[in-house]
């Protein structure tokens, strides 16, 4: 069974400009989540889509956002990037039924100069 | 804020001996606790959980304790292998309808040979 899969895995932006990450989920899973992990911070929740529907967004500003298509393949984009914005991204996916147990794959790292 | 609290960055045992990563929450709406493991390069895996409506569970070598009393959770390793050697992030989730989880910012933990 294929894990999920994240593209690209590293990624270099500059100042002002904007991102778009990829994650195919697992084979039946309906859930993708989105978390945001750099040092100081730790894991940070980004947003959930289950069905195509952002079910659920963490605390990030709106040049954050992400979309689920029918196949349950994610995508999240970030606008204007900010050096802060240097960070990897965690994508999960899950069955949805609010279990918490996620399968994560192996992170999109960006770095932003 | 941090809601989920890992005091310990770093944690170092004996092969063979136990280990014990500790964890606090301040968010009475928590009710599923979880721990996750992560090697270097890869993304976090699931290792145990636990609902609030108990106090212990045991996975094999793992067990995870609850006191809600003192919001605080704790994971037991017996005993510990080099193979252990990892990051372990605490996380929490509410009741919501969505995959939401809320992590520590991890301890490394290192089982000497």
């Known amino acids: 069974k294929a894990g999920v899969t994240q593209t690209p895995r590293y990624l270099i932006k500059t100042r002002g400009q904007q991102v778009t990450l990829s994650c195919s989920p697992i084979s039946g899973h309906r859930s993708v989540s989105w978390y945001q992990q750099t040092p100081g911070q730790g894991l940070q929740f980004l947003f959930e889509y289950f069905s195509e529907t952002q079910r659920n967004k963490g605390n990030f500003p709106g040049r954050f956002s992400g979309r689920q298509f029918s196949n349950s393949r994610s995508e999240m984009n970030v606008s204007t990037l900010e050096l802060g914005d240097s960070a990897l991204y965690l994508c999960?996916?899950?069955?949805?039924?609010?279990?918490?147990?996620?399968?994560f794959g192996e992170g999109s790292r960006l770095t932003v100069l | 804020d941090q809601q989920v609290k890992q005091n310990s960055p770093s944690l170092s045992v004996q092969e063979g001996r136990i280990s014990i990563l500790n964890c606090d929450y301040t968010n009475s709406m928590f009710d599923y606790f979880l721990w996750y493991k992560k090697y270097p390069a890869e993304g976090p895996t699931f290792l145990i959980s636990i609902s609030s409506i108990k106090d212990k569970n045991e996975d094999g070598r793992f067990t995870v304790f609850l006191n809600k009393s003192a919001k605080h959770l704790s994971l037991h390793i017996v005993p510990s292998q080099p193979g252990d050697s990892a990051v372990y992030f605490c996380a929490a989730s509410a009741q919501g309808g969505s995959e939401k989880l809320v992590f520590g910012k991890g301890t490394k933990l290192t089982v000497n040979p």
């Open positions: 999960a996916s899950s069955l949805g039924i609010n279990t918490g147990e996620l399968f």
